[in-house]
């Protein structure tokens, strides 16, 4: 599965982005589709994730304020980040993990930077 993610640049703080990733390649259930993020000197830390099923999770940090959602039929989930802070800045990846294999499979986008700042 390839993934593209999209939608990154520069916002004010309190403003929004809409993040998208599109996957290629067969999909198969049971998965979870998810954005982390990284920042300069720091950890790759999941943001938020969406299981086949519908299940979301979120980071403590972004609860309330960015929203994850999918769109099946395009094969593409979005994030979207509202009341941006400059603490959001980072490199944005996307994530594919299919659980049909023990390790799961695993892939990666590119990433896409988010920079939040006046």
């Known amino acids: 599965v390839q993934l593209v993610e999209s939608g990154g640049g520069l916002v004010q703080p309190g403003g929004s982005l809409r993040l998208s990733c599109a996957a290629s390649g067969s999909i198969f259930s049971p998965y979870t589709m998810g954005w982390y993020r990284q920042a300069p000197g720091k950890q790759r830390d999941l943001v938020a994730s969406i299981t086949g099923g519908g299940r979301m999770n979120y980071a403590d940090s972004v609860k309330g304020r960015f929203t994850i959602s999918t769109d099946n039929a395009k094969n593409t989930v979005y994030l979207q980040m509202n009341s941006l802070k400059p603490e959001d800045t980072a490199v944005y990846y996307c994530?594919?993990?299919?659980?049909?294999?023990?390790?799961?499979?695993?892939?990666w986008g590119q990433g896409t930077q988010v920079t939040v700042s006046s």
């Open positions: 994530n594919y993990r299919q659980y049909t294999t023990n390790p799961p499979y695993i892939s």
